[in-house]
């Protein structure tokens, strides 16, 4: 669930490219909104939270506009009733 940079550049970039994304790369990122920092009692960054990053850096993320839109239960809707008082 938690990752060291060392691990997270490696999965991005690959282990021959690690060091250099370390050296040039983390450091903008790790200035950008959005992208998690360390979480010192873990020791390391929120995999999942640099995965949704890098959907949005990338736009890959998915919308809810791309979900099935959802069907409404007409069953479960309550109607108010009156009782009406003759005069």
Do not use: C
């Not at 999965?11 to 040039?24: L, P, S, T």
């Not at 809810?64 to 069953?75: E, L, M, T, V």
């Amino acid at each position: 669930m938690f990752a060291n940079d060392r691990q997270i550049a490696e999965a991005i970039v690959g282990r021959d490219n690690a060091e250099k994304w370390m050296r040039e790369r983390l450091p903008t990122l790790a200035g950008k909104q959005g992208f998690p920092a360390v979480d010192d009692f873990h020791g390391g960054r929120p995999v999942a939270l640099v995965a949704r990053f890098y959907e949005n850096y990338l736009g890959t993320a998915r919308s809810n506009a791309d979900a099935a839109p959802a069907r409404a239960d007409a069953s479960q809707w309550k109607t108010k009733s009156r009782s009406r008082h003759q005069a």
